[in-house]
């Protein structure tokens, strides 16, 4: 049992390139979440998902895009990167049952840099 | 607004002495609040929660975190620190408005040192 995985672990993007953040579970979660963190200011959080194919947005979801294909996976697409972009970015899951949401298992993290 | 404080930006302690790390909020309603701790280089992990009941919340690695109501608050405590609890530690609050997304707020973060 894997958890939450996310590839890659770190990169490094010029301006204006785009790139995918793959994020995966293997918890059968229903839930999922993009988060990005800033050194001193927490987590905040960029997307997240109630399910197959329903997204949306968080509190900072401009410069992103996601999607949710299949139950295991929810990709994080940055399509221009800019500087205020450089970040860590963690994806996590939960299992909700629409009454209440359990708690969110975190993957590694990405460390991203955008120059 | 809804909003996670963490006080403290950091916290030293001497391994075998009692710690706290200090959480206020302010939620309507009633809070569903959480710890989480984040070691280096890695993701964050669940070390406890408060939905209901006991006031007192036991968790993982011998953490333990009281809620109270009257003062806002959900310290998170261990009685004995150890120099392998070194980490940063956040306090995150369920976005009441938000109850069937499991949106969660999260405070700054408190960095946690323990000396040998």
């Known amino acids: 049992n894997a958890g939450v995985t996310q590839t890659p672990k770190f990169r490094i993007l010029k301006i204006g390139q785009s790139m995918t953040l793959q994020c995966t579970q293997d918890m059968n979660h229903n839930y999922m979440y993009w988060y990005r963190q800033d050194p001193g200011m927490g987590l905040k959080l960029i997307y997240y998902?109630?399910?197959?194919?329903?997204?949306d947005k968080g509190e900072v979801p401009n410069g992103y895009n996601v999607s949710r294909s299949t139950t295991e996976d929810f990709p994080l697409r940055l399509e221009l990167a800019a500087p205020s972009q450089t970040s860590v970015y963690f994806c996590a899951s939960s299992y909700s049952t629409g009454q209440s949401t359990d708690t969110q298992y975190f993957g590694p993290g990405t460390r991203l840099t955008v120059l | 607004a809804q909003s996670v404080a963490q006080p403290e930006d950091q916290v030293n302690v001497a391994e075998g002495n009692p710690l706290t790390v200090k959480c206020t909020y302010s939620v309507s309603g009633n809070p569903y609040l959480f710890w989480y701790v984040q070691y280096p280089n890695r993701g964050l992990q669940f070390l406890l929660k408060?939905?209901?009941?006991?006031?007192l919340v036991k968790g993982s690695y011998g953490f333990e975190a009281e809620f109270n109501k009257s003062q806002t608050s959900f310290h998170l405590k261990k009685p004995s620190a150890l120099v392998s609890d070194s980490a940063l530690y956040f306090c995150a609050v369920r976005d009441p408005f938000s109850s069937n997304t499991g949106k969660l707020i999260f405070g700054q973060g408190t960095t946690l040192q323990v000396k040998p």
């Open positions: 408060y939905i209901t009941g006991d006031n």
């Open positions: 998902s109630v399910g197959a194919g329903i997204t």
